[in-house]
């Protein structure tokens, strides 16, 4: 589960000064931190603990003490596996596609669990991309897309996502046998 020391969406860059964004614009530590908050806030919620237990810890690296990856709590990773090994193989593959392509086991588990058969999408590709996006994101607003590139990047990110989203919430595909 070395996934979650080093999830993208855990990384927040060290604080610098305010030339990074425009005037009363967000710096992209704040920007990252908003969105860590958010998937931390949908750990806590949405991922089932015993009755009577403390809910998840997730622990962010801050990038003010080093780009450093902090181990998760033992009781955090745990649940997760249990969780995932709890997946069907389908949910699997989805699970494996979307954590190669957000650099997030955060991300594609939320996008896995979120979109699991339901009569809507909870949480959508376009969510998904940006939050594991948000560095790129800052740096194409501040000085601009780089054709072929960061162009090519967005539009592909979203793709395999969607892909994802695909495969767990709409085809009711039967296990494979395995022999």
């Not at 710096?27 to 969105?35: P, V």
């Not at 403390?54 to 780009?67: A, M, N, V, Y």
């Amino acid at each position: 589960m070395g996934y979650l020391d080093t999830d993208t969406l855990l990384m927040i860059s060290p604080t610098r000064g305010g030339h990074m964004a425009g005037k009363g614009e967000k710096q992209l530590r704040e920007i990252q931190l908003d969105a860590a908050q958010d998937m931390i806030e949908w750990v806590r919620e949405s991922i089932p603990v015993p009755e009577g237990d403390d809910k998840l810890e997730i622990i962010l690296s801050d990038g003010d003490h080093g780009l450093l990856p902090n181990s998760q709590p033992d009781r955090t990773v745990n649940v997760i596996k249990d969780i995932i090994s709890g997946f069907s193989v389908w949910e699997l593959v989805g699970l494996e596609r979307a954590v190669i392509l957000s650099k997030s086991l955060l991300v594609g588990l939320r996008l896995v669990m979120e979109n699991r058969k339901y009569d809507s999408i909870r949480w959508d590709v376009e969510e998904a991309a940006r939050a594991c996006n948000l560095e790129t994101d800052f740096q194409v607003e501040q000085w601009g897309m780089v054709e072929d590139t960061h162009d090519v990047n967005h539009v592909d990110l979203r793709r395999g996502l969607g892909s994802v989203v695909l495969l767990v919430s709409e085809v009711d595909l039967p296990n494979p046998a395995f022999e």
